[in-house]
């Protein structure tokens, strides 16, 4: 069976980071399933129906990472994600990528409990979230994205919310997955456990 690994957690945990990471280590692809909604989001607030966008969803929705990297865009990403055939509409993408035969990573908020319940390794990535929005923040800023400290702890609390309440696939930590609580770790130290604990895995 294809090795997958699964990294969820809530809104700038460092899911991201530690999964590319992850994938590089062990020489697995990698998949942002965040930018799949972002995507959606985009075609969203440029007037479509999100249960349409999602259906008709391509490649080239994902070239240009740093405008789906933006502040609006994620907002309206947590949006469609409540709806139930928009995230039905993205399923078959994101299990045939797990089944990879070289390895996957996936990373989201869903992945451990829906998309691949058999994963071999799950990770539930947090972070407090005054360091999530920290984070955010210096990303942001560090990609010419403009934006305040307040109002990015605002949306990672909103999101947060959003994520958490929804009736399909709420951001919750599967049954069997271990907590990475990145708080007071650096970035490197974060990697280093996630290598180890992925390592601890492999057949
Ligand atoms: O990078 P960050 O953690 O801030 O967000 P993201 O992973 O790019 O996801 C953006 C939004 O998409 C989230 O707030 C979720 O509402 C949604 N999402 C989801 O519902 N399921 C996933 N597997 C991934 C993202």
Redo the contacts with the bound molecule.
């Keep these: 069976m294809a090795f997958c690994v699964a990294i969820d957690g809530?809104?700038?945990?460092g899911?991201?980071t530690i999964a590319r990471a992850v994938a590089a280590h062990f020489g697995f692809a990698h998949l942002?399933?965040?930018?799949?909604?972002?995507a959606v989001g985009r075609r969203m607030l440029a007037g479509e129906r999100p249960e349409d966008a999602a259906a008709a969803l391509a490649p080239d929705d994902l070239a240009d990472e740093n405008a789906l990297r933006r502040p609006e865009i994620?907002d309206a990403?947590?949006k469609v994600?409540v709806i139930p055939e928009v995230?039905a509409a993205l399923v078959d993408f994101q299990r045939a990528f797990a089944a990879r035969a070289g390895g996957a990573v996936l990373?989201?908020?869903?992945?451990g409990t829906v998309?691949c319940p058999d994963a071999r390794v799950k990770l539930f990535v947090t972070a407090s979230p005054e360091t999530r929005a920290e984070r955010?923040f210096a990303e942001l800023t560090g990609r010419g994205i403009a934006a305040e400290y307040e109002d990015v702890l605002a949306d990672v609390r909103a999101?947060d919310a959003?994520?958490s309440a929804r009736a399909t696939?709420p951001l919750v930590a599967a049954p069997d997955a271990t907590l990475l609580d990145t708080t007071t770790l650096s970035i490197e130290a974060a990697v280093a456990e996630a290598v180890r604990l992925v390592g601890a895995g492999r057949p």
């Design positions: 809530p809104a700038a945990a899911k991201g942002d399933t965040g930018l799949l909604y972002r994620a990403a947590s994600a995230r990373d989201g908020r869903d992945i998309i955010r999101r959003r994520d696939a």
